[in-house]
């Protein structure tokens, strides 16, 4: 696995843990010390990888 291959896979994994949360991004992000920022890029990332 390559490096992008990692870094997707981390980035999934962390949206996923969001998404079954059920929590609003802002008290997610804060529990676990993500940035709304970078949640937001993960996100944005996995759209246009996945839109390709």
Excluded: D, T
């Amino acid at each position: 696995m390559n490096r992008h291959q990692r870094r997707q896979a981390y980035s999934q994994g962390k949206i996923r843990e969001w998404a079954q949360s059920g929590q609003p991004v802002s008290a997610w992000c804060a529990e676990h010390g993500v940035s709304p920022g970078c949640f937001y890029l993960w996100r944005r990332r996995l759209q246009e990888c996945n839109g390709r």
